[in-house]
């Protein structure tokens, strides 16, 4: 029996770049992993003695978080990297995670993220829009962290319009081998995700795919069998 069985959700180490990432993100973070899977392992690398990690060390005992302390000996050397690499190979070893998040938008995570996913791991990666399609790409799923705020009235205004969506379903529907012109709204998913690990509704200012499709003036949508979808005759 594996991990995700006994607990019935995957157990994740959680390998948060402090250095990358501003602590005004952690709060939506933690509450999006925490629907994924149990963050069991919160580490979070940097050096410390810097100030402008402050906002990191304010919530670290209110976020179950572990700091991880990173102290660049020359200049030029990213020694956070370099730590969080060296401990997600640790604990990857330790066999005793389904998954691993990766909350950083440097791409020189690329390899550590193709490495786990060689040895059958559950990757996760969170960054911001900056992140290079390296990353993007190599990881099961891609989280924009500006998607984390599409509740707000700053967050709607940067969302893509539903139309934009429409190439990208299209061609899962190539994908699925169906003799009904009724697609399943969860087999249209999986395919996006799978071409597309950044692929997110909230990309588009909806918050499930079934409301994505819905928004897409060029398809229907009914709730029969769990969602459905085709294309407007």
Do not use: C
Not at 16 to 36: F, G, M, V
Not at 80 to 95: P, Q, S
Not at 137 to 157: C, K, M, Q
């Amino acid at each position: 029996m594996d991990h995700a069985d006994r607990h019935n959700r995957p157990l994740l180490a959680v390998l948060i770049d402090a250095d990358n990432l501003s602590s005004t993100h952690a709060e939506p973070i933690l509450r999006e992993i925490t629907s994924i899977g149990e963050p069991a392992l919160r580490r979070v690398y940097g050096d410390w003695s810097s100030p402008q990690l402050e906002g990191w060390s304010k919530k670290l005992m209110a976020l179950g978080l572990v700091a991880v302390q990173a102290s660049a000996n020359t200049k030029h050397k990213n020694a956070t990297d370099i730590g969080l690499v060296i401990d997600a190979m640790d604990i990857l070893h330790t066999d005793r995670f389904d998954g691993f998040v990766i909350v950083s938008s440097d791409s020189d995570f690329t390899a550590l993220a193709n490495r786990l996913r060689e040895e059958g791991k559950l990757v996760i990666s969170i960054g911001e829009e900056k992140t290079a399609p390296a990353l993007r790409n190599v990881v099961n799923r891609f989280i924009l962290i500006e998607n984390l705020d599409r509740d707000t009235p700053e967050g709607a205004a940067r969302a893509r319009n539903p139309k934009e969506a429409l190439g990208l379903i299209k061609n899962a529907m190539n994908k699925i081998d169906d003799t009904e012109e009724w697609y399943p709204l969860g087999a249209l998913g999986q395919e996006l995700r799978a071409a597309h690990p950044d692929f997110d509704p909230r990309s588009y200012g909806q918050t499930k795919l079934s409301q994505l499709m819905q928004a897409i003036p060029k398809l229907e949508y009914r709730a029969q069998n769990n969602g459905q979808v085709r294309l407007k005759p």
